[in-house]
């Protein structure tokens, strides 16, 4: 009788526990899962009520998107593979799901790669009709990246959602600039809907030098800012740094549960050429190359996780650029280049111009290694003349210090989330 006791209350013991464990690993789950991130654009009733009635003009891209709740029941899960193969059971394009909601969307502006973000950098894009809703798309990348008078005829509000990356020579926060300053010009008010930083963790880099402003670098700021788009809005406008020191009527829709310490994995690569997480991690230091005569993985799937040419040291690791998906003509096409490899590369904290100075003294002497846009990515003048008088990348890094925590002052300003 006394082990048949013992038995019974060490199983009801065994019972009690695994019931305990349960459920506190179920309020574990439904924790993390209330402490997601969430995109301001899934927020629709906080940006609906303001677009209704109102003639609009969306700036997107492919990132534009709502993201769907994932299936709660086998029913739901059975219900969604006998969708169409063309549908998306992750997200919906933000445009398809205004339009559905009886938003009144007159038109739509593409930054650089179009609308559905597949031209390659640099590529011009012209305007055009969307094939799925008709709406005619006004390209803000070419001759004309800011909306004219003109194209913003009739237009009551503006809504802007666009994935960024966090780096400077990253186009859409210029995009962004030019929208904001057309707008303000026009008393036009502007709707951002904001996304998280994959970058957004650290700031570092050379600050550009307003004398070598362009597209790729408007703004007196670091390589890598540590703000998402929105609070970089909050920035443009507060410091008055658009034509004139003239301001925008902005709105910002924030994010719920984002610091910029959190890493997020982008669902949807921003632009052609950076496919991945460690390829948006690495391109603020690969990003140099685009400068110069090194090819940093364009041509092959591993874009901005490499970087070699056919003149480099016979190596251990080789790679054949080929004409893909976002590069038609990438650097030494077709030629053998021997390089490094950085696939496997841990995440990184800082700007890395070791690999920018390794590829410089491989080069031989009779190359051409810096190109006319070096200038404009590096911001300066002074990284390509630290460079060839043969400063280290510890000089080269110290001489960053003071601008970056100039900056971090402005910044602090501007911060929407810790």
């Not at 009801?12 to 789950?29: D, G, R, V």
């Not at 390209?139 to 400077?168: A, H, T």
């Not at 303000?184 to 307003?210: K, S």
Request: glycine share 6%; proline share 6%; hydrophobic share 35%.
């Amino acid at each position: 009788m006394l082990s048949f006791k013992s038995t019974y209350f060490f199983l009801l013991s065994k019972c009690i526990l695994a019931l305990f464990l349960l459920t506190f690993f179920s309020s574990c789950a439904q924790s993390l899962s209330n402490n997601k991130i969430e995109t301001a654009a899934n927020q629709t009733e906080k940006y609906i009520p303001l677009l209704a009635g109102k003639k609009v003009a969306v700036v997107a891209n492919q990132t534009s998107v709502i993201h769907k709740k994932q299936p709660i029941s086998k029913t739901d899960e059975i219900v969604s593979t006998l969708k169409p193969k063309h549908h998306n059971d992750k997200f919906t394009h933000l445009v398809d799901s205004l339009l559905t909601s009886n938003i009144n969307i007159v038109k739509v502006f593409a930054p650089e790669h179009g609308f559905r973000g597949k031209a390659d950098a640099g590529e011009h894009v012209s305007n055009q009709k969307d094939i799925k809703t008709g709406l005619p798309i006004i390209s803000l990348y070419g001759k004309n990246r800011k909306p004219s008078i003109e194209n913003l005829q009739g237009i009551d509000i503006i809504l802007f959602d666009i994935q960024d990356v966090g780096v400077r020579f990253y186009t859409y926060i210029s995009t962004m600039t030019y929208v904001m300053e057309a707008c303000a010009e026009l008393g036009i008010p502007v709707i951002i809907l904001d996304r998280p930083n994959p970058n957004g963790h650290y700031i570092d880099g050379p600050t550009l030098q307003m004398e070598h402003k362009s597209f790729v670098g408007m703004h007196p700021i670091p390589l890598v800012y540590g703000m998402t788009i929105g609070e970089y809005a909050h920035m443009v406008n507060g410091e008055k740094w658009m034509e004139n020191g003239i301001q925008c009527d902005i709105t910002i829709i924030p994010l719920k549960n984002y610091s910029h310490e959190l890493e997020y994995d982008l669902p949807i690569r921003p632009s052609p050429n950076l496919p991945n997480a460690q390829s948006i991690n690495l391109y603020p230091s690969l990003g140099f190359f685009e400068g110069t005569i090194i090819n940093a993985g364009r041509g092959t799937e591993f874009q901005f996780q490499r970087y070699g040419a056919p003149f480099f040291p016979d190596g251990s690791f080789s790679y054949t650029p080929h004409p893909n998906f976002g590069s038609k003509t990438p650097k030494f096409k077709d030629e053998l280049c021997f390089g490094i490899d950085l696939s496997k590369k841990e995440k990184l904290s800082t700007v890395n111009i070791e690999w920018v100075l390794d590829a410089y003294h491989k080069t031989p002497k009779d190359k051409k290694f810096f190109g006319k846009s070096f200038t404009v990515h590096a911001g300066n003048l002074e990284l390509q003349e630290q460079m060839e008088t043969g400063k280290t990348a510890q000089e080269i890094r110290a001489s960053w210090q003071d601008d970056i925590e100039e900056f971090k002052k402005i910044r602090s300003k501007y911060l929407i989330y810790n």
